[in-house]
């Protein structure tokens, strides 16, 4: 049998897909072409061809090398412990606009508006404090506020009610409005008293008139009966638009509101 040039050739056979995914594997974890061509059987060149072919790249699985990444700049928004005043936001506001102001020096433009977002946040937080913490008045309290301690005094004399063996802090305000109330109470009992009184006088001139009118020998107008009972104050008259009604009734509206 002639051999050429005196060498017998290697002979390779054709490798399955599944060969080739192990070789393909084997290359792209970075083993040299002639070690992975030799472990499974393939030449080195039928390795490369086929890479070449298929896009085997160790460049591109090649693990990055870690890059640190640089160092931020220092910030210009630094506010000590004792600069803060404990949270002020009227310090922290001032020291956010400066920061600002310097941040937009160095060209720090991005820094220098987030630094005056943060700025006006602290203007607002400290005009939400002056306010929580002013006096109110009836002229800054909640118009729902108002409302409700109008429409049920019953449930504002609770909340101001003195109980006895309790701490209170507020014993002098509780007392004063007490004071104000008992004041009030005596002048509407008064009022009631005098009204009573005009009314029995009223009554007594009447009668004196009518007694005058028959000694005359006048006989008087007989009372009608709703006259009587408005005079008397079974009924009532409702002055904004002249309807009797009757006192009950009346109180009946009153439980109502």
């Known amino acids: 049998m002639a051999h050429t040039g005196g060498m017998e050739r290697r002979k390779y056979k054709i490798q399955p897909a599944e060969v080739w995914d192990k070789v393909r594997q084997d290359y792209l974890a970075g083993l040299g072409a002639e070690e992975v061509a030799a472990k499974y059987g393939v030449t080195a060149h039928a390795l490369r061809a086929r890479a ?5 790249s160790r460049y591109l699985h090649a693990p990055a090398e870690p890059v640190d990444p640089p160092p931020p700049p220092p910030s210009l928004f630094d506010v000590s412990s004792d600069d803060a005043a404990g949270g002020d936001p009227a310090v922290l506001a001032e020291a956010a606009a400066q920061a600002s102001g310097r941040a937009m020096r160095a060209g720090r433009l991005l820094e220098a508006r987030a630094l005056a977002g943060l700025a006006a946040t602290y203007r607002k937080l400290e005009a939400r404090g002056e306010t929580a913490h002013g006096a109110m008045t009836v002229e800054n309290a909640p118009l729902q506020l108002v409302y409700d301690i109008l429409m049920n005094p019953l449930a504002a004399s609770d909340r101001l009610a003195i109980r006895p063996g309790a701490a209170d802090t507020h014993l002098a305000l509780k007392e004063a409005y007490w004071t104000q109330q008992q004041t009030l109470g005596q002048k509407n009992q008064e009022f009631r008293h005098a009204q009573l009184h005009r009314r029995a006088a009223l009554d007594r001139r009447v009668a004196a ?9 006048m006989e008087p107008v007989a009372e009608t009966e709703s006259a009587r009972r408005i005079r008397t104050g079974v009924d009532m008259v409702i002055d904004c638009c002249g309807k009797v009604m009757s006192a009950k009734d009346w109180d009946k509206t009153l439980d109502g509101l």
């Open 52 to 56: 070449t072919r298929d896009g085997w």
């Open 209 to 217: 008139l009518e007694d005058q009118l028959k000694a005359a020998g």
